[in-house]
């Protein structure tokens, strides 16, 4: 009779996939800023964003030299809360910047407006990106890769996939 075997969640493989290649700290530093007005509360959050984390280091921007002056006696419960968030003391030292950021901080709307002025395709950019994908096995992801590729080479931004004049 066969011992039972031990399967690994699908969480534990992304999370030890990260620790190999090292990606610990940018997914940290992801969930960090999506977290960030429920670790510091709402009147720093507005005030304040973090930028990265470098050599254990977290870099926060400020809005002004008295956000900045202020932090600065709150950097201690502000590393333990960050630490805390992580599970590991990831971060051992804050370091406050004044830089210009965006207070609000919903990225809805913006996507709307992006949704509604998308260029539409050309037939024959279309045609390539279905080239590009048609070895992907999997219908749902080819279709979904397809239309991204589709997306943003529409965009003004990829000049050389503009259709070409004639010389």
């Known amino acids: ?3 039972q075997s031990r399967l690994d969640s699908f969480g534990s493989i992304l999370a030890g ?5 090292g990606l610990e ?3 940290f530093e992801a969930r960090l ?3 960030w007005p429920d670790i510091v509360g709402e009147p720093i959050a507005t005030h304040t964003r973090p930028d990265q984390i470098r050599f254990k280091k977290l870099y926060v921007f400020v809005h002004n030299s008295v956000w900045l002056q202020q932090l600065t006696f709150l950097k201690p419960v502000l590393l333990q809360k960050v ?5 590991e003391p990831l971060v051992t030292e804050i370091v406050l910047r004044i830089g210009e950021f ?21 037939a024959q950019l279309l045609h390539e990106a279905t080239l590009h ?4 096995q999997d219908q749902a ?5 397809t239309a991204v590729m589709v997306q943003t080479l529409s965009q003004p931004e990829f000049p050389s996939h503009r259709p070409r004049q004639a010389p």
């Open 102 to 122: 965006a207070a609000d901080r919903s990225a809805a709307p913006q996507v709307a407006n992006l949704e509604t002025t998308r260029p539409q395709p050309t």
């Open 33 to 35: 800023r999506r977290q």
């Open 1 to 3: 009779m066969r011992g």
């Open 83 to 87: 630490n805390a968030m992580a599970g």
């Open 141 to 145: 992801l080819r279709d979904h890769l």
């Open 25 to 27: 700290s940018k997914l």
């Open 17 to 21: 996939l990260a620790h190999r290649l």
């Open 133 to 136: 994908t048609q070895g992907i």
